[in-house]
C-alpha cells in the first residue's frame, strides 16, 4: 500500500490503490482529508437530492438541506418553482435561517439585520449610506448553486455547472423511481411527512454501503426475524433466509445508483398477507373490505405496505420501503440519517394510520440492529489500522452477472456488485478536480 499523502486540491489520491475491484482500503472511511475531499467532488460536484416538493408545498415555505456539509435553504414561490440558496449572510457569513423549516417571506440576518425576500435576494441593510458607492454593484444575494432540477417532486442541485442534466445522472434508476412513485399512488399524490433522525458515529458510506446489503439480513436482523417466524411462522423478510436462491435481484443501475428488488418475493401472492403483524391490521382490513369494491381490495392493502425495493440514489438518497432515508454527512466518522415516513393524499385516516404503522415497523425494530454495525465497522477500522482493506468481492468472481439492458446489470441478490458500482462512480468523482459555482447576481 502507498503512503501517497493525501491533500485537499490535489490529485496524487492513489485512488486505484484506494479503491480495487474486489477491496477499498479503510482509510476510504476513517480519513478527514478523504472526507474533506469527497464533499467538494462527490457531493458539491454531483447531483445531490435536497428535498421531495410536499415538504414545502406553501408559497414562502422553506426547508434548510445539506448539499453534504453545505447548508442551504429551498424556498417555494410557486408549483414547480424553488429557489436554492446558501445558508450564509452575504456581509460577515452569519447563518441568516436559524429554523430547520417554516413560512417565511422575508430572512433577517440577526447579526446586523441584513434582510433577503424568499428567494434570497437582498433588499434591506441598516444604516445602507455609510457603504461607498462600490456597494451598489456588487453580488450580494444569497448564493445559488450552479443547477437545481426537480425529477417528479424530488427536488435536486449541484454546484457543478458541468455537471449533466439530472435526468441522464439519474439514468436506469429513473424507471425505478417511477415505481415506486406509483406505489404510492403518483408521484403528485405522494406527501414527505415527519423523520426519524439518527446521529450515527460512523462514516457515511456505511449507511450507503448497507442500504443495499441483503448478505446481512439472516444474521443481523436474526431476533426480529426469529420472533416473527416463532410467532406468526413467517413473514415479510423471511425469504432472505436463502435468499440468493429467491426471486429477489441485486442491480447495478450506473452513475452508483443500486437496487434490492424485493418485490419478485415480497409482492408474488399479496404483499399484505406476508407482512408482520401491526396493531390495527384486523380493523384496517375489515375497512377496507367494506369500503372498496372486491376487485380492488388488495392492491389498497398492498398498497399500505412497503414497496419492496431499496433502491440507492447515489450520494445521499434511498428509498426504503415506503420510506425515504437523506444521509447528511458530517465529518469522517460522523452521519446524520433522516429517515422521513410517508403518506398518500388519497389515503383515508385508516389507511395513513396503517401505512405508518408499517414505517414505524422496521426503523424501530431493524434499524438499531444496522446502526449498531454501522459503529461496530467504524470502529474496527478506527482501533485496527494495519488489516488495512475492507473486502466487498462477494460474487464478484462467479461469473454471475447479467446485462439486462446497456449499463443495467443484475446480480444474485447478496452479492456486493453493490457496493463495487457505487465504488466505480466514487472512484470517477475523486479522480477529477471540479470547478463549483455559486451565482450571487440578481434574480
Ligand atoms: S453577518 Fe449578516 S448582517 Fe452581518
Ligand atoms: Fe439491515
Redesign the pocket.
Known sequence: MSTTAIRPGSNALALDELVQQDRVHRRVYTDPDIFALEMDRVFAANWVYLLHLSEIPGIDDFKQVWIGTRNFVVSRKGDNKVTVFANR?S????TVCREPGGTASTFT?P????KYDSRGQLFGVPGKTAYGKTFKARDMHLARPAQVAIYKGLVFATLNDKAPGLEEHLGHAKRFIDDWLNHQGGHENLCVAGAQRFKLKCNWKLVYDNAGDAYHVPFSHQSLLKMTNDRYGGGDMSYFAAADRSNMKMYDLGNGHTLIDQRPDMHKDSAWNQQRPQPGREAFEAHVRNTNKPEIVSAVLDSAVGAGMNLNIFPNLLFIGNQIQVLQPVSANDVLVHWYATQRADADDDMQSMRMRTQEDFPIMGEMDDASNFEECQRGMETSPDDEWIDISRHFETGKDEEEAPGLIANPVTSELHVRAYFNKWRALMSVQPILNVEKTKL
Open positions: 449572510c456581509h460577515r457569513a452569519a440576518c447579526y446586523h439585520g441584513w
